[in-house]
C-alpha cells in the first residue's frame, strides 16, 4: 500500500464511509506489518495528516475508530503524538491505584493538549473539559458506565454535566475532587507539590485519598469563590478564597445591589456575602453601626472591602474562607 492509498483510506476510515471490506483490509494490513518498520514523511505531509485529523476529532468522532486508526499509524511508523495532536491514547498502562499515579501511569484513553494554547473537549457523558497547555487527562474504558473517574496532569477546568447517581471524581497527585455537577479549576504545581482546586459554581468534595480510612477522610467542602491549597510534602489541606471572587448573581441584580447611602457596616457586609457567597465576620461590635456611603460597582470584591474599611477607619484580615473586619469603631 502507498501512502497515498493509506492516507485516503485512513481519512475514509475516520469519516465512517470504509466498507466492511476495507475495514477487514486495514485490520488484516496492520497484523501484517513489523514493528520496527519506519515510513519517513516530509513536515508537509505530516502537517497534513495531523490536519485532517484534528478536523475529525473536533466532530467528536468514536473514540474506538480513532484508538484502532492510531494502532495503523503506529504499524505505518508514524508517531501517535504527532498525528493526534490534543489527543492520544496509552494502550499500555497498568491499573494502580490513584494515590500511584505519580508514580505509575493510568490504564486508558489519555488526552492531552499538546499545543499552545487552552482546549475543549466534550466527555462521552456530556462534561467539558478545558485543558492547559502540556496538560493531561486519563480516564478508563469503563467510564460513564459504572463511574465517571478521571486522573489529571497539570491544570483544568471542569463544567461537570450533573448526575446524582454517579459522582464526578478527579484524582490529582494523592488528592481528590469528587463533586455531582458544578463547574471547577484544578492546578497541579509538580514543582512546588502542590494541588489546587478553585469553584466556580456548585459545591466540591476535596479529600487526601492516601490519608482517607473506611469511615473517614481528610478533606473539606468548597463552594463557590472558594479554593483549596493542598501541600503534597506536608499533606496539608487549607482552604482559602480564589484570588478574584465573582459575583454569584445576575449582573442587574448586582449593579443596584453595590450602591450603599448610609448603610450600617453589617448590613453591607451580609449584601456582599450574598452576592460572593463568602462569610465576613466583625471582630467589634461598635463597628456595626457605622454607616457605608459608596458606590462599588466594577471594582473587584477585595478593592471594594479596601474602600469600606478606610472609611471607617477599620481593616480586614482573611482566615482560610472568612474574612475578619477590624477597628476601634465610630
Not at 46 to 67: D, H, P, S, V
Not at 91 to 120: C, H, M, V
Not at 245 to 256: A, D, G, I
Request: hydrophobic fraction near 35%.
Amino acid at each position: 500500500m502507498t501512502l497515498k492509498e493509506f492516507n485516503d483510506l485512513s481519512k475514509k476510515y475516520l469519516a465512517g464511509n470504509t466498507s466492511e471490506e476495507e475495514d477487514r483490509f486495514l485490520s488484516e494490513w496492520q497484523e501484517q506489518q513489523p514493528n520496527d518498520e519506519e515510513l519517513p514523511l516530509s513536515k508537509v505531509e505530516e502537517f497534513a495528516i495531523e490536519k485532517r485529523i484534528w478536523k475529525n476529532i473536533n466532530k467528536g468522532l468514536n473514540q474506538e475508530k480513532i484508538f484502532t486508526l492510531k494502532r495503523l499509524f503506529i504499524a505505518a511508523g508514524i508517531a501517535a503524538t504527532l498525528l493526534l495532536g490534543f489527543i492520544y491514547f496509552s494502550p499500555d498502562l497498568n491499573s494502580t491505584k490513584a494515590t500511584q499515579l505519580s508514580e505509575n501511569k493510568r490504564q486508558g484513553i489519555e488526552l492531552k493538549n499538546t499545543s499552545f494554547k487552552k482546549e475543549k473537549v466534550k466527555l462521552e457523558d456530556g462534561t467539558v473539559v478545558e485543558l492547559s497547555e502540556n496538560s493531561s487527562l486519563i480516564y478508563g474504558k469503563g467510564f460513564n458506565k459504572s463511574k465517571r473517574e478521571v486522573y489529571l496532569k497539570g491544570e483544568a477546568f471542569f463544567e461537570v454535566e450533573r448526575d446524582v447517581t454517579r459522582p464526578f471524581i478527579v484524582h490529582t497527585g494523592e488528592l481528590t475532587t469528587e463533586v455531582l455537577g458544578t463547574s471547577f479549576k484544578v492546578k497541579h504545581n509538580k514543582k512546588t507539590r502542590k494541588v489546587e482546586v478553585e469553584v466556580a459554581t456548585g459545591k466540591v468534595s476535596v479529600y487526601n485519598e492516601k490519608k482517607s480510612t473506611k469511615n473517614k477522610k481528610n478533606g473539606v467542602i468548597i463552594t463557590p469563590n472558594q479554593k483549596v491549597i493542598f501541600d503534597e510534602v506536608s499533606e496539608n489541606i487549607e482552604q482559602s478564597i480564589v484570588s478574584n471572587p465573582k459575583p454569584l448573581e445576575k449582573e442587574k441584580m448586582v449593579t443596584s445591589a453595590l450602591v450603599f447611602t448610609s448603610i450600617p457596616l453589617n448590613k453591607v457586609l451580609s449584601q456582599l456575602s450574598v452576592i460572593y457567597g463568602i462569610d465576613f465576620v466583625i471582630n467589634n461590635s461598635k463597628l456595626q453601626e457605622c454607616k457605608i456611603t459608596a458606590d462599588l460597582n466594577d471594582l473587584t470584591m477585595f478593592t471594594q472591602l479596601e474602600l469600606i474599611c478606610k472609611s471607617i477607619d477599620s481593616s480586614y484580615e482573611q482566615r482560610g474562607s472568612v474574612i475578619f473586619i477590624n477597628g476601634e469603631g465610630c
